[in-house]
C-alpha cells in the first residue's frame, strides 16, 4: 500500500567543497518529522560556511501492491496494465489485472473524499470499474 505524506526537503550549498566535511558544494536531505528536520537545520545553522534552505514536498510512501485481488501477480505487461490517474492530491497508482477472467481494478493511494481524479483516457473502456462508485462519490 503506497499514501502520500509530506515531507521536507533540506538543501545545504557551500561555496567551495573543501568548505563541506561532506566534500560537496551541495546536499540534500530529507526529514520526515519535525524533530528530524530540525536537526537537520541546526547542522546546517551550525556551519558558519554553509547555507542552506527547505521546502516541504508530498512524496509517495510504502510498497506498491504487488499483485490483484484475486492473488495474481502483477509480473508482466501483458498481464497487468499501469495507469496513473492525475488528481489533486498528487496522483494514484491504477493497476488494471487483465488476466483471463478477472478485472480487478486496483488504485494506489485509495481515492480520499477530497479526490479529483482524472481516470487515463486508455483504460475508459477497459474492465468493469468497481472503483467507479467511490470516484463519483468523490466528486460531492
Ligand atoms: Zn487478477
Ligand atoms: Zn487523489
Not at 505524506?5 to 557551500?14: D, E, G, M, S
Not at 510498497?63 to 499501469?82: G, Q
Not at 480520499?112 to 474492465?127: K, L, N, V
Request: glycine letters at 4%; a positive charge; hydrophobic letters at 35%.
Amino acid at each position: 500500500m503506497v499514501e502520500w505524506i509530506r515531507v521536507w526537503v533540506v538543501t545545504t550549498t557551500w561555496r567551495r567543497w573543501r568548505d563541506s566535511p561532506h566534500q560537496t558544494t551541495r546536499l540534500v536531505r530529507q526529514a520526515r518529522t519535525a524533530a528530524e528536520l530540525r536537526v537537520l537545520i541546526e547542522a546546517a545553522r551550525a556551519d558558519p560556511l554553509a547555507s542552506y534552505s527547505y521546502r516541504s514536498q508530498r512524496i509517495l510512501d510504502g510498497k506498491p501492491a504487488d499483485r490483484c485481488r484475486n492473488s495474481h501477480r502483477y509480473w508482466s505487461p501483458n498481464w497487468t496494465r499501469f495507469d496513473w490517474a492525475i488528481c489533486g492530491c498528487g496522483g494514484h497508482h491504477i493497476w488494471i489485472c487483465l488476466h483471463p477472467g478477472c478485472s480487478d481494478v486496483r488504485v494506489e493511494p485509495d481515492f480520499a473524499y477530497d479526490c479529483t481524479p482524472t481516470w487515463p483516457r486508455s483504460s475508459r473502456h477497459r474492465a468493469a470499474r468497481p472503483d467507479t462508485a467511490r470516484i463519483d462519490d468523490s466528486s460531492c
